[in-house]
């Protein structure tokens, strides 16, 4: 391929009328008193226009991107500080059951003394009932003897 089918390929460039189909290289190509190829000047500036559009929409999304993430931090901030409020308040009630259950806790100990009492009254009833049927075998018993 010719440097002139690069050219072409390019972007359309054509021949400049001074140097022919070749690009400067100079730094000072884009000052208003250089005599540059009117076509290699506005495809810079095309260039140039395009390359500023793009920066200007990634830093657009940038910015947006970080607007996201404030918006979300926020939001999390007001979610962790109901979830705070929420860890405050199960903790108060959790300290009034403890206070309750130690006020409670005499009464406790007297149903589980009661308890013990009435399951020994039991056993005392149930070996009473079996004396009793015993008693009322032996007296049967001795009823039909005579």
């Keep these: 391929m010719s440097e002139e089918d690069k050219i072409e390929d390019f972007g359309g460039i054509d021949e400049s009328p001074k140097r022919g189909p070749t690009l400067s290289t100079s730094t000072?190509?884009?000052e208003r008193n250089d005599p540059h190829d009117p076509n290699l000047?506005?495809?810079?500036?095309?260039?140039?226009?395009k390359t500023s559009e793009y920066l200007m929409g990634e830093l657009h999304i940038t910015e947006e991107d970080y607007k996201l993430l404030e918006t979300m931090n926020k939001v999390t901030?007001?979610?962790?500080a109901s979830y705070r409020q929420i860890a405050s308040d199960?903790?108060?009630?959790?300290?009034?059951?403890?206070?309750?259950?130690?006020?409670?806790?005499?009464?406790?100990?007297?149903?589980d003394q009661i308890e013990d009492s009435v399951s020994k009254l039991e056993q005392a009833a149930f070996k009473l009932d079996a004396y009793a049927r015993r008693l009322e075998a032996k007296y049967k018993s001795l009823e039909?003897?005579?």
């Excluded at 006020?103 to 100990?109: H, K, Q, R, V």
């Design 28 to 30: 000072s190509s884009f």
């Design 41 to 49: 000047s506005l495809l810079s500036t095309k260039m140039f226009e």
């Design 77 to 80: 901030t007001q979610k962790y």
């Design 90 to 111: 199960v903790g108060k009630q959790i300290i009034e059951l403890n206070e309750k259950y130690k006020s409670l806790e005499p009464y406790l100990a007297q149903i």
């Design 144 to 146: 039909k003897r005579q």
